[in-house]
């Protein structure tokens, strides 16, 4: 009985471990057009925000919005760095660097007009919210925005930029 007990506690262990959720590879654009793929978002071992995001999307907006008032501070504490994924289609991906230049973000912005990163993250809605450690595994994630969501997400960020477990 007790082998069974250790094999199955194994085996679910080694299930987690397998499934790790890294970030996926696929071509997004630049705001100027030019062609990236995600599998190079890298941040010299810091946490990445990876945010999912539309013009349409008040929540969303909203959301980056909330992080730009703090977003520097963010960075000289942890090291992060947000990457604003615009899922626009090809009608309206146009108007996705006119939105951030409007907002003042300071983040690296892509459009992913086919949807194919959305998909390969398994992306439903938006705004969606991953946080990857500096090893390039996804530790968090958070579907929708209510105001003070960003506090939460700080907290999250120093936890992983001191290599702490993320347990929710």
Known sequence: MKKIVIGILSFIILTNLSTAQTIASADVKT?????VNTSKFTNDGKPIIISFWATW?????????????????WQKETGVKLIAISIDDARSASKVGTEAKSHSWDYEIYV????DFKRAMNVNNVPH???VDGKGIVVWQHNSYAEGDENHLFEVIKKVSKGEKVTE
């Open 57 to 73: 999307c008040k929540p969303c907006k909203k959301e980056l919005d909330a992080i730009e008032e703090n977003y520097a501070e």
């Open 31 to 35: 705001i100027d057009g030019k062609t």
């Open 129 to 131: 919210t991953f946080v």
């Open 112 to 115: 992913d007009e086919n949807q």
